[in-house]
C-alpha cells in the first residue's frame, strides 16, 4: 500500500461506484423515473443490510460450535445479536420509503421486473439457511418449486447466486444446531448435575405449573356466568395440561434435554451464572421476531402497492408473503415455553443454587 497517499473518504467507500448502480436495466439513473430510482435504492439497502447480518450471524454461529462457550464469547454472541437486530429495524423502517411510491407510477416500469422477484434475494435465502430453515419447512416457490431453481437463469443455467446458496447449504451446522447443542449442554443440576438432572427438574416443574392451574381454574369458575361454563374451563385446562407435558416430556430425549435447558434458562434468568444464558436467548427470540415483521411489513407494501395480484416472480404474490411470515418459525420451541412460565415467586427451588448464584462454598 501507497502509505504517501492521503485517503479520501469518497475512495474508501467508493461514493462513485456506489451512485452508479441505480440506473436499472437502462444503467443510467438519468434515464428513468426518481420512482423506479427509489425502487432500486432501497432494495440495493436491503442487500447491504443482509450481508452484514450474514457476516454477524456466521461469526455467532462458529462460536457456538466450540464445545464450551465462555463468558466472554456469550457476551460477544449478545452483541451481534443485537447488532442484527437493530439493523432488521431499520431495514423494517425502509418499507415506509417504499410505501411512499404511488401504485400508478410503480405499474410504469413494474412489466420490467419480469420475472424477477425478491423471492430471487440469494442473500435471503442464505440467511434462511444459515439460521436453520429446514428444507422440509419451505413453501414452494411458483412453477419452480424449488428456492434452487430461482436463482438459475432460464435452461436451469447456474448463476453466482445459485452458487452462493448452494455453498450456504454445505456450511454446517446450522446457528440452530450449533445452539440447540449448547442448550443440550446445560448443567441444569448445577454442580450435582447428572444424565436425570432435567427429568428432575420438569417433574418439579410440571407440579407447580399445574397447581398455578388449579388456581386459576378456581378463580375462572367463580366469576363465570353461564350454567355451563365450568364443563368448558375444565375442557380448556385439561388440554393446556395435556399441551403443556406433552412440550416438556417428548419421546425424543434430545428434545426433551434442550426444551428442559430453555425452561431452566428462563425460570432463573436472575441468576449471575443464567443471566447471560438468558439474554442470549432472548436475542435470537428477538431476530426471529424481526425477521417475521420484515416479511409481514414486505407483504404489506406489496398490498398497498399492487393489491393481490400475481407476483412478477410467478408466485402468488401477496398470499405467497403471508404465508411465509406465518409459516417460516426457526426457533419455535423458544416461543413455545412463553406459554409454560409460571409466576417467578412460586417457582420451584432452584437445585444447584449456589453454583448458579455463584456463591463461594464453606
Sequence with gaps: MDTAKPTYYWDYIKVDSLLSLQGGLEQDDSNISTEEVLFVTVHQIFELWFKLILKDLTATRDLFKAEVLSNENMVEVVTRLERCATIFRAANQHWDVVETLPPREYLKFRGKLMPASGFQSAQVRQLEILLGLAEEDRIAFGAEGSHL?????????????????????????TLKDAVMGWLERTP???????????????????????????????????VASMAD???????????????????????????????????????????????????????????????????????????RIIGRRTGTGGTAGVDYLDQTALKYRIFPDLWTVRSLLINPNVAPSLAGADFFGLKAEG
Design 229 to 303: 361454563d365450568d364443563t368448558r374451563l375444565d375442557g380448556l385446562y385439561d388440554k393446556e395440561r395435556a399441551s403443556v407435558k406433552a412440550f416438556l416430556k417428548p419421546d425424543d430425549e434430545r428434545t426433551a434435554r434442550i426444551r428442559a435447558a430453555i425452561l431452566f434458562i428462563e425460570t432463573y434468568a436472575e441468576e449471575p451464572l443464567l443471566a447471560w444464558p438468558h439474554r442470549v436467548l432472548e436475542g435470537i427470540l428477538e431476530l426471529e421476531q424481526l425477521f417475521v415483521i420484515f416479511r409481514q411489513r414486505h407483504a404489506r407494501m406489496v398490498e
Design 188 to 222: 441444569i443440576g448445577g454442580a450435582d448435575h447428572h444424565a436425570g438432572s432435567h427429568e428432575e427438574f420438569i417433574e418439579q416443574y410440571l407440579a407447580t405449573h399445574n397447581s398455578e392451574l388449579d388456581a386459576n381454574l378456581k378463580m375462572a369458575k367463580a
Design 149 to 173: 431453481a430461482a436463482l438459475r437463469e432460464k435452461g436451469g443455467v447456474e448463476t453466482e447466486s445459485s452458487r452462493r446458496v448452494a455453498e450456504q447449504m454445505k456450511d454446517l451446522p
